[in-house]
């Protein structure tokens, strides 16, 4: 299981600052931070340690099997970024 982050985020960074593996992007300096309208955790690299979750000041991450329903679309988000076009990693 993973967390994922929804709608609400405000991308205020809490999260970012809490998680111990570095699952959250993206940052400032990295590329694709102008286009992304919130903060994405990684899938295959999040320990589903729930810190983010605490972390959060608007309630935007859920662990994946309590996405409420009309947010449930945001596991596929979250993983989505994390895959460029060619299929490869977007992040190492």
């Known amino acids: 299981m993973t967390y994922v982050v929804t709608a609400p985020c405000v991308a205020d960074y809490s999260c970012v600052e809490v998680c111990p593996v570095d699952c959250i992007h993206p940052m400032p300096d990295e590329s694709g931070f102008d286009n992304a309208t919130q903060l994405y955790i990684d899938p295959a690299t999040c320990t589903d ?33 994390y895959t460029r076009r060619d299929g490869e990693p977007a992040h190492a």
């Open 49 to 81: 340690c729930g810190a983010c979750e605490d972390a959060c000041p608007v309630s935007a991450i859920f662990a994946a099997d309590k996405l409420p329903k009309h947010w449930a679309h945001y596991a596929r988000i979250n993983a989505e970024h």
